[in-house]
């Protein structure tokens, strides 16, 4: 095997599968509306686009198993919980949403057809990647993510290098925390969490490595998808900011992104978008519904039947859910991630630092503790306001992060504790 040609290759479907629909229509947008403050909000969106991701892409290189094992010092019983939540959001929510968007960009500009026709062939050409999972990583790798990568740097570019284009003035009191925030839509760190273990499962199908080469090779893989994400959001966020003038207040994410394609590209703008647009959210759904797949396969002892069965009603969820307006599907995401999200980065945080840190009793107390401060997110994403006085005393409450800094006290008081139990 050569181990530096694979490690692309991998590294390459690595990216695809993490850049869907959400990555697509996110960074534009955020441009747009940043003006001079484009760095600003593209280092925000990276952190929680890209930075967590990775290091959960680390702890699965550390951990080298299932995604029960991100839950199972707390407990099995809320392990399981855990993985169950994570692919039932995944299911319902980004994967559909990549059907969404395909329909609206790349099938309803050219055909006069149905959300749900356009769902159903699409899940249908899903169910057959999944159905052939030994070749996916080959066929994304090789094929699907260089074309999607020569697509978006030449619109990038062709920005990038037109004398008419300049920023606006910034707008936003806090551009950073709002890079932050819609970095949460990508839902990148749950991605990161379920298609880690294709990763893994696809590299033990194809490669013989022992554990310290496959952590190595894992790190490696990550390390060049991660950069990709960088360099193509920075470009997005950048490329949003500079074509400010071309758009009205009121354009929509997908609208901006379509139209960007006919002022870059021109008359082949829109069927050159329309084929990255439709390749970028096919592999994310391709992936979502792989790991869910090899999560019940692996709680019914390696059966494909269970695989099988479960990428069908996967598929067949997209569908139905697919046909929903992409607005609304991010609308509805909205108090889920609040609640799924600072859990899911708790725990890559927490299974990163050193076990001596993180005794079982410190692991369950910051994660409960995690839990409770989200709920007045969750709550004031519903736009009830019974909670809003609770949330404004919250450090860093009014930015939906009032979870933070108590679960790091509690994180500290935890191992104040348990220094003070051990013997001297």
């Known amino acids: ?64 198993g299932t995604m029960l094992d991100f839950g199972n010092k ?31 960009m790349a099938v309803l500009p050219f055909f006069e057809t149905s959300s749900l026709v356009t769902s159903f062939i699409y899940f249908i050409l899903v169910l057959l990647f999944v159905w052939n999972r030994s070749q996916i990583i ?77 952590k190595i090779f894992i790190v490696k893989v990550s390390l060049v998808a991660a950069l990709g994400l960088v ?35 021109g008359g082949l703008g829109n069927a ?21 797949s090899d999560f019940i396969k692996g709680l019914y002892k390696g059966s494909d039947n269970a695989y099988k069965a479960t990428a069908i009603v996967c598929c067949f969820t997209g569908v139905f859910i697919g046909q929903l307006d992409v607005n609304y599907i991010l609308l509805v995401a909205k108090p889920v991630l609040f609640l799924i999200y600072p859990v899911t980065i708790v725990m890559i945080f927490l299974h990163l630092l050193p076990q001596t840190w993180v005794s079982v009793r410190v692991f369950r107390a910051v994660i409960i503790t995690t839990l409770l401060f989200s709920i007045p997110d969750v709550i004031g994403s519903f736009e009830w306001t019974f909670l809003q006085p609770v949330q404004e005393l919250l450090p860093l409450g009014k930015y939906n992060m ?4 108590p679960a790091f006290l509690v994180f500290l008081l935890g191992n104040l504790l348990e220094r003070k139990k051990r013997p001297v």
């Not at 260089?146 to 300049?166: A, Q, T, Y």
């Open 1 to 64: 095997m050569n181990k530096t040609k694979e490690i692309f290759i991998t590294g390459f479907a690595l990216f695809a599968l993490f850049f869907g629909a959400g990555n697509l229509i996110l960074p534009p947008f955020l441009g747009l509306n940043a003006g001079e403050d484009w760095a600003l909000v593209t280092i925000g969106f990276v952190i929680t686009a890209v930075a967590i991701p990775l290091l959960a892409l680390f702890v699965h290189a550390k951990l080298q």
């Open 74 to 104: 707390f407990s099995p019983k809320f392990s399981l919980f855990y993985c169950f939540a994570i692919y039932l959001v995944a299911v319902t929510l980004p994967a559909p949403r990549t059907a969404s968007v395909t329909h609206e």
């Open 138 to 214: 080959d066929w994304i790798g090789k094929f699907i993510t260089p074309l999607i990568v020569v697509i978006l740097l030449l619109i990038i570019s062709i920005v990038l290098f037109s004398p008419e284009v300049s920023l606006a003035m910034a707008t936003k009191t806090t551009p950073f925390v709002e890079g932050l925030l819609e970095g949460y839509q990508t839902f990148d760190a749950i991605g990161a969490v379920l298609v880690g273990g294709v990763i893994i499962i696809s590299l033990n199908n194809k490669v013989n490595l022992s554990y310290a080469e496959r």
């Open 231 to 265: 360099l193509i959001y920075a470009g997005l966020i950048l490329t949003g900011a500079l074509l400010h003038g071309s758009f009205d207040e009121n354009v929509t994410r997908t609208q901006l992104l379509s139209r960007m394609g006919y002022i870059t590209l």
């Open 272 to 292: 050159l978008l329309s084929v990255l647009i439709s390749l970028a959210c096919f592999t994310t759904a391709v992936g979502i519904v792989t790991g869910t």
């Open 402 to 405: 009032g979870w933070l800094l």
